[in-house]
């Protein structure tokens, strides 16, 4: 349709251009509703649940004891999935920052499930039934679990491509953990849904309260199953008193009693693109611009980041509200299939570029 791809000129970013241009995946029919995002963010709150796919969840301890949690999908009839002509590509999903894992990311597994990914979801400390052995939870942009379990599925499958996609305030994790990481992340390549670039400027400004409020009710409805735990750390009460996620956030991670810090110092630890001179994978980044939960591209997307890194990729669309993006057909949401073609096309890429250096290395 009418995507723009904004990135540095590389004969990366020209295989991809070609690569999305030439699948169609791009094309996400002829919607009445996209011109609504509003709606389409209403649509997905409330549209009746489906059928969810069969999990193993494995546990994972971390240096601390606290736990992390991973779902493996292995289908609604248990089947996994399986790769041909080599180990199959792992697939991290990341939820948003409130751990609620949507419909939408649900589908994105099922559909690499069948293109032969092994698909799976990371789970923070007390996000989605995970138990909560610590009096501390994770912050937005603190990779330290993350870290641990990357690792963890580097020894679990040394051989296999690793791979990570994130979901809106998710990818705050997600882009944290690539600039801390470097060249170490293990990874392969990386892509992000609607991801939330600026923080702390995203809490500040808030977002519509059809997007804030559930997802307010949601984080203090959780949180308040660990009240007893946390009342070590935090002072529940102002917690589950919050009437804006700026203010839970801040009640949480501030004014700890143990480690006590200010809002503009923890947000020098959790920025998201605090480190991005460091990423050394590259990032497919999929933004909508009448997305009404990360805000107008004018001050929301940083355009600079991607007209400066090899590594950054801006895929914008004019329509497409909030991880949304609907289209017609299975599955309903084309960012998903745009993300499973830029992941092929990667595979693509460095599969050439490996052969072109074997014929060019001496004997």
């Known amino acids: 349709g009418r995507c723009q791809l904004l990135c540095k000129p590389s004969a990366l970013a020209k295989h991809l251009a070609r690569s999305l241009g030439q699948s169609g995946v791009l094309w996400g029919g002829h919607w009445l509703w996209p011109r609504w995002p509003q709606l389409q963010m209403l649509w997905q709150l409330l549209k009746p649940p489906e059928p969810e796919p069969a999990v193993t969840r494995v546990l994972l301890q971390v240096s ?92 679990q499958h040394p051989a296999a491509p690793l791979l990570a996609v994130s979901e809106g305030s998710g990818s705050g994790l997600l882009l944290a953990y690539l600039g801390e990481s470097g060249s170490s992340s293990h990874l392969v390549a990386a892509a992000c849904i609607s991801p939330i670039f600026r923080g702390r400027d995203w809490f500040e400004a808030g977002m519509p309260w059809l997007y804030e409020w559930p997802l307010l009710l949601h984080l203090k409805r959780e949180l308040s199953r660990y009240a007893g735990s946390l009342a070590e750390a935090v002072d529940v009460a102002k917690l589950l008193g919050s009437r804006s996620l700026r203010e ?116």
């Open 64 to 155: 601390d004891t606290g736990l992390v949690a991973l779902d493996w999908l292995v289908g609604t009839w248990g089947a996994a999935g399986g790769g041909v002509g080599g180990p199959s590509p792992v697939l991290l999903l990341i939820p948003n920052a409130a751990g609620k894992v949507t419909q939408g990311l649900l589908q994105l597994g099922l559909r690499a499930l069948e293109q032969g990914f092994i698909p799976v979801i990371f789970n923070r400390r007390g996000h989605n039934g995970c138990p909560l052995t610590t009096p501390r939870l994770q912050s937005f942009g603190d990779p330290r679990d993350l870290r641990e379990a990357v690792t963890y599925l580097r020894c």
């Open 248 to 363: 839970l956030e801040e009640a949480l991670f501030c004014p700890t009693r143990s480690h006590p810090t200010s809002w503009e110092a923890y947000w020098e630890r959790n920025e998201p693109l605090r480190d991005a001179d460091e990423v050394a994978v590259p990032v497919l980044c999929l933004c909508s611009a009448d997305d009404p939960v990360r805000g107008p591209p004018s001050r929301s997307l940083p355009p600079e980041l991607f007209r400066s890194s090899p590594y950054f990729f801006l895929l914008l669309t004019p329509r497409g509200g909030h991880c949304g993006f609907p289209r017609w057909g299975p599955g309903r949401c084309w960012a998903h299939e745009a993300v499973l073609e830029y992941f092929r096309a990667m595979a693509e890429f460095l599969r050439a570029e490996e052969g072109r250096k074997g014929l060019l290395r001496p004997r």
